[in-house]
């Protein structure tokens, strides 16, 4: 089995039975687009610092935006998969959930999930 295929195939036009390789080509060009889409977001928060809505410059280099294309790698495809099984043809919610899990999924582990465990972990000692 092609280890690479749980990355690329997002289920885009899962129910299209056209042969040939426009529609390979068209997934293709649809999960990249969406990886992209996801690792800005991801990196658009990482620039981003809260409460204050500032740039943080210091923060646009390669390896921050490396790390967010890392992370959307581990993240996306089961959201995407999930979302393609219910709207068969890519539109804005696509978009929209590329950018937002990427900006959000980074902030809730920031601002949440991070205070939460070291209150956890600090109870526990």
Do not use: C
């Given at each position: 089995?092609?280890?690479?295929?749980?990355?690329?195939?997002?289920?885009?036009?899962?129910?299209?039975?056209?042969?040939?390789?426009?529609?390979?080509?068209?997934r293709?060009?649809?999960?990249?687009?969406?990886?992209?889409?996801?690792?800005?977001?991801?990196?658009?928060?990482?620039?981003?610092?809260?409460?204050?809505?500032?740039?943080k410059f210091?923060?646009?280099?390669?390896?921050?935006?490396?790390?967010?294309?890392?992370?959307?790698?581990a993240?996306?495809?089961?959201?995407?998969?999930?979302?393609?099984?219910?709207?068969?043809?890519?539109?804005?919610?696509?978009?929209?959930?590329?950018?937002?899990?990427?900006?959000?999924?980074?902030?809730a582990?920031g601002?949440?999930?991070?205070?939460?465990?070291?209150?956890?972990?600090?109870?526990?000692?």
């Amino acid at each position: 089995m092609n280890s690479w295929r749980y990355f690329t195939d997002l289920n885009f036009f899962w129910n299209e039975l056209t042969f040939g390789p426009t529609l390979s080509r068209k997934r293709s060009l649809y999960a990249a687009a969406s990886y992209i889409l996801l690792s800005l977001g991801l990196f658009s928060r990482q620039i981003t610092d809260f409460p204050n809505v500032d740039i943080k410059f210091a923060n646009i280099r390669w390896p921050v935006l490396l790390a967010s294309f890392i992370i959307g790698l581990a993240l996306f495809p089961p959201m995407m998969r999930y979302l393609n099984k219910k709207n068969t043809k890519p539109g804005m919610e696509h978009v929209v959930l590329a950018f937002g899990l990427g900006f959000f999924v980074d902030l809730a582990s920031g601002k949440i999930i991070a205070p939460a465990w070291n209150s956890i972990t600090a109870f526990l000692r």
